[in-house]
């Protein structure tokens, strides 16, 4: 069954922790992104990657981190730096990077006690 | 700087209603244009891809349309269902072919 798994479902970080978020898929893609969603606001590009092994930064990546060291996960850490983190976060990928379909994972709810 | 506005914010209507939601765009040079479903606290379902040498786009009761040079795409939903309540998303890809714009989306609801 292919698709494009994220865990976990909700996520609970004290301040001054570093929280890794996982982003899997099986689709075979190249192209995979990070998305922040923020109630009223539409979704944010976190960082991108088109290929294995490189990554590009998005509007706003400050206090955020990411590796594609395997073409099927694209793992975000939110470090101590991101002053505001609570958030529904969404990871995304496309066949290729160029404008293809986005097909989006279920998403991971972060809070910040 | 690309943005995407989507208007109205929210719309109510009855259940069989034919409805339009709106979505702008401010660059005309777009790579495409998506349109997504979300429902309350999940991830985003893709509805209809438009590539911007197409003005329109079907899949089932949805026809999405596209006019480039206006900066306007519009998502019809034929025969409304209280099933198709959710959020509506809206968002282009701009020349640099990177990643998605989005807009704030319309929340509708139908009523049974």
């Known amino acids: 069954d292919g698709g494009i798994t994220q865990s976990p479902k909700y996520l609970f970080r004290k301040e001054g922790q570093n929280v890794t978020l996982s982003c899997e898929q099986n689709l075979n893609h190249d192209a995979m992104y990070w998305y922040r969603q923020d109630p009223g606001q539409g979704l944010r590009l976190i960082y991108y990657s088109q290929i294995v092994n490189d990554f590009q930064k998005g509007d706003i990546a400050e206090g955020y981190s990411v590796s594609r060291e395997k073409k099927e996960s694209f793992p975000l850490t939110v470090t101590s730096a991101q002053k505001n983190p609570t958030a529904f976060y969404l990871c995304?990928?496309?066949?290729?990077?160029?404008?293809?379909?986005?097909?989006f994972g279920p998403g991971t709810r972060l809070t910040v006690l | 700087k690309q943005e995407v506005t989507q208007i109205p914010a929210a719309l109510s209507v009855p259940e069989g209603e034919n409805l339009v939601l709106n979505c702008s765009f401010t660059d005309s040079a777009i790579y495409n244009l998506q349109w997504f479903r979300q429902d309350p606290g999940k991830g985003l379902t893709s509805l209809l891809l438009i590539q911007s040498s197409q003005r329109e786009q079907t899949s089932g009761r949805l026809n999405a349309s596209l006019d480039k040079s206006s900066g306007r795409s519009t998502l019809y939903i034929a025969a409304s269902q209280p099933g198709d309540s959710a959020t509506y998303l809206c968002?282009?890809?701009?020349?640099?072919?990177?990643?998605?714009?989005f807009g704030k989306g319309t929340t509708l609801s139908v009523s049974s």
């Open positions: 968002a282009v890809v701009d020349q640099a072919g990177t990643a998605l714009i």
């Open positions: 995304a990928s496309s066949i290729s990077p160029g404008g293809h379909e986005q097909f």
